[in-house]
Structure formats: C-alpha cells, structure tokens
C-alpha cells in the first residue's frame, strides 16, 4: 500500500493541526494505522494507531491532546492533534499494514514520506 501524509505546518503553542494520510489500493479497510514521528537528533517514535475494528492507542505524551481515526470510504487516517507544544515539533509519518506490537516501527510494512510539523512557544 502507498501511503501520502499531509497537513503539517508551522504553529504556535496551544493551537491545533489535522494529519491526513491518503492510502492507495481496497484493502485499506484491512490495514491497521499508525502514526509515528521523529524529532531533530531523536528516533522516530509511536504516537498513535487504530486497528482495522477501530480500537486506538496512544503514546502517553499524547493522551488527551491527539486523536487518531479512520475512514475507510475515503481509504485515510488521520491524526487531530490539539494543545501542541514545541515539544510536538518533528516530522510526522503515517504507517499501514502491522503485524506486530503496535507500538514497533518494525510492524509497520508500509510508510508514507512524512509531514513536518513545527511548534513554536
């Protein structure tokens, strides 16, 4: 599956930004989601996923801030993320096809090119 991320941008600190990311191909409904990012000289990192029966987890650095959903009409993901901080501040990747824990990079078989988001105090 390909996978195109959007929606990043520059922001200040307390506002919000919507990911999106647009997958190709019908077995979308069957793919498990996930959201990773990765900061300047950091790993890249969980941030969020959903199942393909639409059960969601989260990194605790965004639980209460960030939600995940999908849509599987429109075959994409995405990522509500409120409250940033420029703590948020990385490049975003949306990643399909898990088969693994889901919080593991290596799960992940397919990935997007990333979106930079940027949050200035």
């Known amino acids: 599956v390909q996978l195109q991320a959007s929606g990043g941008g520059l922001m200040q600190a307390g506002g919000s930004l919507r990911l999106s990311c647009q997958a190709s191909g019908r077995s979308f409904r069957w793919y498990d989601m996930g959201w990773f990012r990765q900061a300047p000289g950091k790993e890249r990192e969980f941030v969020a996923s959903?199942?393909?029966?639409?059960?969601?987890y989260y990194a605790e650095s965004v639980v209460g801030r960030f939600t995940i959903s999908r849509n599987n009409a429109k075959t994409s993901a995405y990522l509500q993320m409120n409250s940033l901080t420029p703590g948020d501040t990385a490049v975003y990747y949306c990643?399909?096809?898990?088969?693994?824990?889901?919080?593991?990079?290596?799960?992940?078989?397919?990935w997007g090119q990333g979106t930079q988001v940027t949050v200035s105090s």
């Open positions: 959903v199942t393909r029966d639409g059960t969601v």
């Open positions: 990643a399909a096809d898990r088969s693994g824990p889901h919080y593991s990079i290596e799960s992940y078989k397919s």
